[in-house]
């Protein structure tokens, strides 16, 4: 039991990790947007800016769970469904704790960021939506905060696992534990 729960928490630390690098990535990017405003030349530049940096958030979070899936397989010599059991776990700890922070954001911070952005694409995309839906589109508005949360965590958490499961094959060696190869 007290393996279990040593895995718990040290999972926890490195969900801690991942979820809070995907935290401030979305902090950095919404001040910049906030600080920049509607000027044209920058907005421009801030899309380029804000493409690399999730390209960064993404590499680094890559990294970042293969660093914690290998490190826990080197120190506790664990086979490869231990390895992806323990990355599931991060996965879950990262994907709440960034869901979490966005239902936060969404209802407290700035809660008219999900209904400013729905009214744009409204806006963009008025000719070809029937007046019908576009009324049951705005009706939605107040569950968006509820609907980002869960659709952030079912995305961060099956992102999570199959990358766990990549990794957990490399570091482990995929071949050794499935039991569909014929090895002769």
Known sequence: MAEKTSIWNEAGKAGLV????SILYMVISTLLT????????????????NVLLWAGKLCLCIYLMYYFLNKFARDNGKDRGSVLKYGM?????SAILYSGFYLLYTL???PDMLSNSLAQVLESYSSMIPSSEVEQIENMTSSLPSIAFFSNLIWCFLFG????????????GGSSNNPFIDEQ
């Open 89 to 93: 776990v991060i996965a879950f700890y």
């Open 34 to 49: 906030k600080l920049t405003g509607e000027q044209v030349g920058l907005n421009f530049i801030l899309s380029v800016f």
């Open 18 to 21: 991942l979820g809070g690098v």
């Open 108 to 110: 407290y911070i700035d």
């Open 161 to 172: 696992t199959v990358l766990s499961s990549i990794f957990a094959s490399k570091i482990c």
